[in-house]
Antibody, heavy 123, light 108 residues
Framework: EVQLVESGGGLVQPGRSLRLSCSASGFNFGEYAMSWVRQAPGKGLEWVGFIRSKDYGGTSEYAASVRGRFTISRDDSKSIAHLQMNSLKSEDTAVYYC??????????????WGQGSLVIVSS | ETVLTQSPGTLSLSPGERATLSCRASQRISSNYLAWYQQKPGQAPRLLIYGASSRATGIPDRFSGSGSGTDFTLTIRSLEPEDFAVYYCQQYGRSVKTFGQGTKVEIK
C-alpha cells in the first residue's frame, strides 16, 4: 500500500525557516518524481514545486511565488522528500501536501497524496 | 505560464443529475497533460482523471473527462451523494504544474 506521511509543520515566525519531510512507503521511491502542493485556509490548491527522479537528473522546479525561498530535496536511500522553506511570509500559511508524481514522459497527474501538514506563519 | 480557468465557480444540482464542469487553458496543453481532482472537506484531493480522459484506478465510470488543446470538460453522469465536493483541474507540464481555482458542486 502506497503511503505518504508529512511531518515538520507548526507555528513559525515570519522570516524564519521550516523544513517539512515526506516519508514514503509501498513503492519504489527512487523511480518517481515528487511534488508539493499547498492549500491556504479556505482557498484552492497551489502547486509549490517538484523534484525529478535521479533518472531524469534529480532537478527541481518551483512556482514563482516560492522560487528562491523554497528548496525541494530527496534522499532515495531513506524514501524521504524534504521541503525547505526559508524567509517565510504570512501568505505561506497553508496545509502542505506531499504527492507522488511522475517524470514528464510518464506523467499521470498526482496519484497519491499525504494527509497534509499545517504550517502557520505568524508572530 | 499556463493559467487554468474553471467554470462555473459553483454548480447547484440534485442527486441523479448530470454535472458538466469546464476547464479552459490560456495556452495549448501539450500531450493533453490535464488532470481532474476531487476534494472533500478536511481531506486530501483524490485523482479522478489524467491525460484528459483516462480514469484513475478505482474511479467509477460515471466520471469522464474529455477535451484537448485548451478546452477540457469533466462530466459526472449521474450525481451520487458522495460526489458533492470541490473539483480542480490541473495541467502537469514539463516544468510547471498549475491548478485551476476549483468548481464547487453543491446540493440544490
Amino acid at each position: 500500500e502506497v503511503q505518504l506521511v508529512e511531518s515538520g509543520g507548526g507555528l513559525v515566525q515570519p522570516g524564519r525557516s521550516l523544513r517539512l519531510s515526506c516519508s514514503a512507503s509501498g513503492f519504489n521511491f527512487g523511480e518517481y518524481a515528487m511534488s508539493w502542493v499547498r492549500q491556504a485556509p479556505g482557498k484552492g490548491l497551489e502547486w509549490v514545486g517538484f523534484i525529478r527522479s535521479k533518472d531524469y537528473g534529480g532537478t527541481s522546479e518551483y512556482a514563482a511565488s516560492v522560487r528562491g525561498r523554497f528548496t525541494i530535496s530527496r534522499d532515495d536511500s531513506k524514501s524521504i522528500a524534504h521541503l525547505q522553506m526559508n524567509s517565510l511570509k504570512s501568505e505561506d500559511t497553508a496545509v502542505y501536501y506531499c504527492t507522488r508524481d511522475f517524470d514528464y514522459y510518464n506523467s499521470r497527474g498526482f496519484d497519491y497524496w499525504g494527509q497534509g501538514s499545517l504550517v502557520i506563519v505568524s508572530s | 505560464e499556463t493559467v487554468l480557468t474553471q467554470s462555473p465557480g459553483t454548480l447547484s444540482l440534485s442527486p441523479g443529475e448530470r454535472a458538466t464542469l469546464s476547464c479552459r487553458a490560456s495556452q495549448r496543453i501539450s500531450s493533453n497533460y490535464l488532470a481532474w481532482y476531487q476534494q472533500k472537506p478536511g481531506q486530501a484531493p483524490r485523482l479522478l482523471i489524467y491525460g484528459a480522459s483516462s480514469r484513475a484506478t478505482g474511479i467509477p465510470d460515471r466520471f469522464s473527462g474529455s477535451g484537448s488543446g485548451t478546452d477540457f470538460t469533466l462530466t459526472i453522469r449521474s450525481l451520487e451523494p458522495e460526489d458533492f465536493a470541490v473539483y480542480y483541474c490541473q495541467q502537469y507540464g514539463r516544468s510547471v504544474k498549475t491548478f485551476g481555482q476549483g468548481t464547487k458542486v453543491e446540493i440544490k
